[in-house]
């Protein structure tokens, strides 16, 4: 659809947001990531079935996760649309980038200068 | 099996607040199963030690290993080389309380710290749910009950119950807990075999379980 | 006669028997006995003193029976499996022997979640069944449970209980024999409000020869006011309320609602004196104690009798 979204979003590509796992996204933030998100399919509309529920409890856990070591747990974060959705998913790209710019650079980066984010 | 569950993160923390190197070892064994303390469960604890470390400008060094078992001692003895050329701080287990025991007795010198909550001998329900069935008497005798252990899912290990506080099968302690001689009772019923239930059951001998010291078994035809 | 109580020889001469009951305050001063006590003398045959009700830690029951004795009131030692092994239990039942108590309930005990101190081991090392073939035992054979023979012999009149309404219903029956056969002499049971499940419980024991063996005392417990009702209704495990008596308490003003709860509990007693098999009463009015002499005298249970000294030995 060639519209614009935030170049600080780095797409990482999986068959299905099941196959996400609590490493992946908890690695991201290790790395210095200042946010993660994962984009599932609508809910019901999930080609293995539950694929995107799962993702959706383990984002849940390592949201508690995070805040139980002191991270913002709002820096990872589920989103749920279809692929046909183009305009929808520029729209998350820019507003999971504005939560994260107001909330800062991660308090684990070791530059602690805006930067990448992956989605 | 042995199911048990990782510790608050706040105290795993504490734990190893002074500590710059440490080696986080899992289990194959049962935490494996009950998702506590497997190679899985190694790697999520280790990322989320080192995100607290950061945040705080502060580094951790963490080797991970993950064992067959941590309750033989010649799967202990794999940690000897790592455990020799690295100058640990501390080594932590995720296995069940065992583990970390038997790493201490085999290394005296080392710091050793339980990551996990050891907490009953149970099954699972469904996937991601485990309960309680089995209190290591040391002498079972669930065959008079219908094979449901009044020992361990009554909460008050009645050998006659049910007591006047089982009201709708649940117990009076938490209705979502199922009143285990409700359960016993219905079991009876359907195997026929009420009648078992009309006499007095005597006293249990406590003697075979922890109250009487902590217990051994020894198997001379297996001793090498 | 087994042991020779007030209670036993009221019983042993036909009367319809009434026991109070007594909770022990939560500290060391024995005057909050006295002070209740009064109310209960000469009203009934004997008193119950409740074991940690609860798992809520009070003075213990033994010296408060032992303090009653003392006000000339004959007590009931309520004993629970919920704190002691059998080691202390066999030496506590001593010890109240030789303190001239009579009278032993003996009961399972309210899961210690429930109390005050959660964070307690419990012990349940015999349950309420085996408690009473313990007692029985050293009364009978002159024993310990591991056949020690006793220096001095105790003699209990037992009591126990039992809640029929409890589940599983088809049950309790059956489990009313059981406590017969290991040694029950008495029973007093939960308290009653329907009406309706305790008469096909009483009958249904009836029937089964049961009330000859032991004699059961209906637990009877005055609703103070509509909002006592409520919340034994919501919150109080293994008790049955119908609505009919919030109904009934809710139609009175708030001011008249305990006169109206003593009137239910005389209706009570005239219904369940008509019962066969029923040997007695236990009223338990806990801290409303000073109210007890209106329902038993409403109830035409006054005067308490009083045995001869040549009744039984």
Not at chain 3, 24 to 50: C, F, M, Q, W
Not at chain 3, 179 to 203: E, P, V
Request: hydrophobic share 40%; charged share 25%; glycine share 8%.
């Amino acid at each position: 659809m060639r519209l614009n979204y935030p170049s600080n979003v780095k797409i990482i590509n999986v068959p299905c947001t099941g196959r996400v796992d609590i490493l992946h996204l908890l690695k991201a933030i290790e790395d210095g990531a200042d946010g993660v998100y994962v984009a599932g399919c609508l809910e019901g509309d999930c080609h293995y079935l539950t694929g995107n529920l799962k993702a959706k409890k383990r984002v849940a856990y390592v949201k508690k996760l995070l805040g139980e070591v002191g991270l913002e747990p709002e820096r990872v974060e589920m989103h749920n649309l279809s692929a046909a959705q183009g305009t929808r998913f520029a729209e998350i790209a820019r507003e999971f980038t504005t939560r994260i710019r107001d909330l800062g650079p991660s308090p684990v980066r070791t530059d602690k200068k805006p930067g990448h984010m992956a989605a | 099996m042995v199911v048990a569950e990782r510790k608050p993160m706040e105290e795993i923390l504490t734990m190893v607040a002074d500590f710059k190197k440490i080696l986080l070892t899992g289990c194959k064994g049962c935490v494996t199963v009950c998702n506590a303390g497997g190679q899985k469960e190694v790697g999520i604890l280790a990322s989320a030690l080192k995100i607290a470390r950061k945040k705080e400008d502060r580094e951790i060094e963490i080797d991970e290993i993950t064992l067959e078992r941590q309750c033989d001692p010649e799967y202990i003895d794999q940690l000897e080389k790592p455990i020799a050329t690295n100058h640990y701080d501390a080594v932590l287990s995720m296995a069940c309380s065992v583990g970390p025991q038997y790493i201490a007795k085999r290394f005296e010198d080392v710091l050793v710290f339980p990551v996990l909550n050891t907490t009953f001998i149970g099954g699972s329900l469904e996937h991601g749910v485990w309960a309680e069935f089995c209190q290591a008497c040391g002498s079972c005798v669930i065959h008079n009950f219908g094979s449901i252990c009044p020992i361990t899912r009554c909460a008050k290990s009645l050998m006659n119950g049910p007591c006047g506080g089982s009201s709708r099968g649940k117990c009076e302690i938490n209705p979502e807990t199922d009143c285990a001689w409700h359960l016993i009772y219905d079991r009876m019923k359907r195997l026929g075999r009420l009648d078992k239930l009309s006499t007095v059951v005597m006293y249990k001998d406590w003697t075979t379980n922890r109250d009487g010291g902590p217990r051994k078994i020894v198997r001379e035809d297996l001793k090498l | 006669m087994k042991a020779g109580s007030n209670l036993e020889k009221v019983l042993a001469a036909g009367h319809l028997a009434v026991t109070g009951e007594l909770g022990p305050p939560r500290g060391a001063d024995a005057e909050v006995i006295r002070h209740k006590a009064k109310y209960l003398k000469g009203l009934v045959d004997s008193v119950n003193v409740t074991d940690n009700q609860t798992s809520v830690v009070r003075m213990c029951s033994m010296a408060v029976c032992r303090l009653l004795l003392d006000m000339g009131i004959e007590p009931n030692l309520q004993m629970v499996c919920r704190d002691r092994n059998r080691i202390a239990i066999q030496s506590d039942l001593l010890g109240a022997s030789a303190l001239g108590i009579k009278n032993v309930l003996c009961l399972s005990g309210d899961h210690q979640k429930f109390g005050d101190h959660p964070h307690a081991k419990n012990v349940f090392d015999i349950d309420s069944m085996q408690l009473i073939a313990t007692v029985k035992k050293m009364r009978d054979e002159g024993k310990l449970i591991n056949d020690q023979a006793l220096e001095g012999v105790p003699k209990f009149f037992i009591g126990s209980a039992e809640n029929p309404f409890a589940d599983p219903f088809e049950f309790r029956v059956t489990r009313l024999g059981k406590k017969i056969a290991a040694g029950s002499d008495f029973l007093q049971t939960q308290c009653i409000y329907n009406m309706q499940k305790f008469r096909t419980w009483m009958q249904q024991s009836y029937d089964a020869g049961l009330t000859e063996k032991c004699s059961i005392l209906a637990g009877i417990t005055p609703l103070k006011s509509i909002g006592m009702a409520r919340y034994m209704q919501k919150f109080v495990p293994g008790l049955d309320v119908p609505d009919s008596y919030i109904n009934r308490l809710k139609g009175v003003d708030k001011k008249l609602q305990g006169a109206e709860g003593i009137k239910i509990a005389i209706e009570q007693i005239q219904e369940i004196k008509e019962m066969k098999g029923i040997a007695g009463f236990h009223v338990m009015a806990i801290e409303w104690e000073e109210h007890v002499e209106k329902i038993v005298s409403g109830a035409g249970l006054l005067p308490r009798p009083v045995p001869s000294a040549e009744q039984g030995s």
